[in-house]
């Protein structure tokens, strides 16, 4: 499966990534000096690059740049993620992200009213936001899991395979019944 890896500004969280060729690996501004900490490479640059430090970056030869001014209705990381879904991509895994939490989780949120899938990577978390349909915990995962609801109410929601389970049960966005 095809991935677009965007990386933000926010806090380093070290990870393994194994990039294809296949795979997009997009820098929001700053998200440029996270990649070369984690000694990857960038296939496109973009932002108003007002938090990027590395240097070599204005080095031509390095990979595509994207320039946008400060005032935008887009933060650098929602341009990242439409330039990502108008190349196609439905998968996306974005590091560097908890800088700007409650935006990010509002761009997982654009994703999946695209039919597309997120997932906002930090240091001991995971985060995706689902939209109409299911998601499974993959049997590897080790953790905690909680559910909470960002619409209004969440209706026949179900939890199964985990330590608390639930079937047909309503969430909502006033009580976090999903907290584990």
């Not at 933000?8 to 900490?37: E, M, N, Q």
Request: proline fraction near 3%; charged fraction near 20%; glycine fraction near 10%.
């Amino acid at each position: 499966m095809e991935t677009c890896y965007i990386f933000g500004a926010g806090d380093f969280t070290p990870c393994t990534i194994d990039l294809t060729s296949k795979d997009l690996v997009i820098a929001a501004d700053g998200g440029y000096d996270y990649l070369i900490r984690l000694g990857l490479r960038a296939d496109v640059v973009l932002g108003d690059f007002d938090s990027v430090t590395s240097p070599d970056l204005w080095d031509d030869a390095i990979c595509e740049k994207l320039t946008y001014p400060p005032e935008k209705d887009d933060t650098d990381m929602m341009l990242a993620i439409k330039l990502g879904l108008s190349r196609g991509y439905r998968e996306f895994a974005i590091y560097g992200g908890l800088d700007h939490t409650i935006a990010n989780i509002q761009s997982l949120t654009y994703l999946a009213g695209e039919g597309a899938a997120g997932i906002l990577y930090g240091d001991s978390y995971a985060l995706t936001v689902i939209k109409d349909s299911s998601f499974t915990v993959p049997k590897d995962a080790t953790g905690m899991v909680s559910v909470f609801s960002l619409s209004d109410s969440s209706e026949n929601v179900s939890i199964k395979g985990l330590k608390y389970e639930v079937d047909g049960v309503t969430l909502t966005n006033v009580f976090p019944l999903g907290v584990i």
